[in-house]
């Protein structure tokens, strides 16, 4: 017979750790994608009259050196200015949150468990 057995875990946040995502694009480049988009359908779209394949062109290189220079990896420029905040997986043991009190006053004080105890 084992006196100390080892508790078994389970994993609460299971997205921990993990970068978000909209679709397969980073969930953090979406917005100023966006407006790399819209300020080159302005641009080249309908100030400069180009064609669509051009005005795409340029918001795709736009849109990816924005992603260069801002993205979460250690490789990218700007990255590296930028604190990481440091999560930690951490296991805990469980703890009532409603009825603590009464839990823990009636393990203090044994006269009370089968006063308790009758009257429900």
């Known amino acids: ?4 057995p080892k508790p078994k875990f389970r994993t609460v946040n299971t997205t921990l750790g993990k970068q978000p995502k909209i679709g397969p ?3 953090d480049q979406f ?7 819209g300020v080159s359908y302005y641009l080249f779209k309908v100030t400069l009259n180009l064609s669509w394949v051009w005005t795409g062109a340029l918001a795709a290189w736009g849109m990816s050196t924005w992603w260069v220079l801002t993205g979460s990896r250690s490789w990218r420029f700007l990255s590296k200015f930028v604190p990481v905040p440091n ?3 951490a296991y805990t043991t469980y ?3 409603l009825n603590s009190q009464s839990r823990a006053g009636e393990q203090k004080n044994g006269k ?9």
Do not use: D, T, Y
Request: glycine share 4%; proline share 7%; with cysteine.
């Open 1 to 4: 017979m084992e006196s100390n």
């Open 95 to 97: 703890r009532r949150l």
């Open 87 to 89: 999560w930690v997986r």
């Open 112 to 120: 009370n468990q089968g006063r308790k105890k009758a009257r429900r």
């Open 31 to 37: 917005v100023p994608w966006m407006v790399i988009c």
């Open 25 to 27: 694009f980073p969930a």
